[in-house]
């Protein structure tokens, strides 16, 4: 490896792979390549492919990402100086800690910390010991310990999957029934455990920030749109829209955060030898008594990411690696844009349900037409006959940047009305009011 000291030099030399396949992964493409000599991604998708880079654009690779046997001998062989990892799977899958006893500079945790994301019980004990504010919680394996813990914490119920669920775990409802059926699925699985806690009633925050095992910075602060329809209606999604900043929140939110979450969690993940490097996502709820966290992710969310990166005018592969080499001290915080940024997910028909693929999608080169608008790929594929088809749940994300949220929603909304896909679904209330 060859990581850089000058920017000139970093920007002409760095080989970059990426794992994932999403909008996220379309965004972190998109920010990092103008500092990449080369960028692979596993296995990536069709907007991937058509990132441009100093040197041509960007390589996808259908490849398992979270299998270290076909990751580890890809970053070997491009000698990547980083690789960025998407996705939960991969570092719940342990595909970190293979690249780092191969000698590869990787940004994500290893899967003893990515259990931060991978067990909720596991993240309330680690605040617990850390000091963090967090909601109550009980840990149940039993239908009698559920029941007992709905009836103790009361209305709005919150049950939570321990394990990963794909942002769709969580059923907050005031209906008791509805909340002991999703706490006995959760205990149906193999291993099967769930959490149940005190409702948080405040506006949530999410706030990412990035670690090199000892050093945490927090990048721009976004807010995200769970539910599947307009007004929080419906069920609960990986989500559907985001926008930043947040000019409503406090100023000095993101100091706060590190002071009281992150710097604490990633001092006791190291104090546990166990330490944190990548990113932590701390979704937050901003109560009447004050912070507190709801979860932890331990990568990138999606769909915030698609808004939060639009907006970063400071190097993301500089950042990154600092974070992958212990060096985050040593680089400047990341800068920000003073606009506004949207983002709007576009879902297939029946998502996050039974959803409809093949779809055809058009319009793209039109939306993309629209003043500061870019368009990501999620779900899409090519067909035999080369026309973009939807292949996933979440099919795109429509991303506007503008003078203030307002312009920069109107412009994502104009841009969405020009894509085409036989009965897609968004929410059109996202960043409205705001």
Known sequence: ?????????????????????????????????????????????????????????ATTIKADPASAEDVVPLAREMQADLVVIGPEAPLV???????????????????????????KAFAKEVMEAAGVPTAEAAVCATREELEAALDRFGAPHVVKDDGLAAGKGVVVTSDREAALAHGLACLGKEGGRVVVE?????????LFCVCDGATVRPLAPAQDFKRLADGDAGPNTGGMGAYTPLTWAPEDLGEQVVRE??????????????????????????????????????????????????????????????????????VEPPTWSEQAAVDIV?????????????????????????????VLHAGTGLSDDGELVATGGRVLSVVALGDDVEQARARAYEAVSRIHLEGAQYRTDIAAGR
């Not at 396949?21 to 692979?40: K, Q």
Request: a negative charge.
């Open 93 to 119: 899958a342990g595909v970190a800690d293979a690249l780092r006893e191969a000698g590869v500079p990787v940004f994500g945790p290893g899967a003893e910390a990515a259990r931060l994301e991978g067990s």
């Open 198 to 206: 005190d409702f948080l009633d405040g506006p949530e925050v999410s």
């Open 346 to 374: 576009l879902a297939a028909p029946g998502y996050p349900g039974t959803v409809t693929t093949g779809g055809v999608i058009t319009g793209i080169e039109a939306a993309e037409a629209v003043a500061g608008v870019h």
């Open 261 to 330: 979450v992150a710097q604490p969690v990633v001092d006791e993940m190291a104090r546990r030898g166990t330490p944190f490097t990548g990113l932590l996502y701390c979704g937050l709820a901003l109560t009447a008594q004050g912070l507190r966290v709801v979860e932890f992710n331990v990568r990138f969310g999606d769909p915030e990411t698609q808004a939060v990166l639009a907006r970063l005018t400071s190097s993301l592969p500089e950042l990154l690696l600092a974070c992958a080499t212990g060096r985050l001290h040593e």
């Open 1 to 57: 490896m060859a990581w850089i000291v000058t920017p000139a030099r970093y920007a002409a030399t760095v080989k970059i792979l990426l794992l994932g396949s999403g909008a996220r992964e379309h965004a972190l493409a998109r920010a990092l390549a103008p500092a990449a000599s080369e960028l692979v991604a596993v296995p990536g998708n069709p907007g991937i492919a058509t990132v441009a880079l100093p040197t041509g654009t």
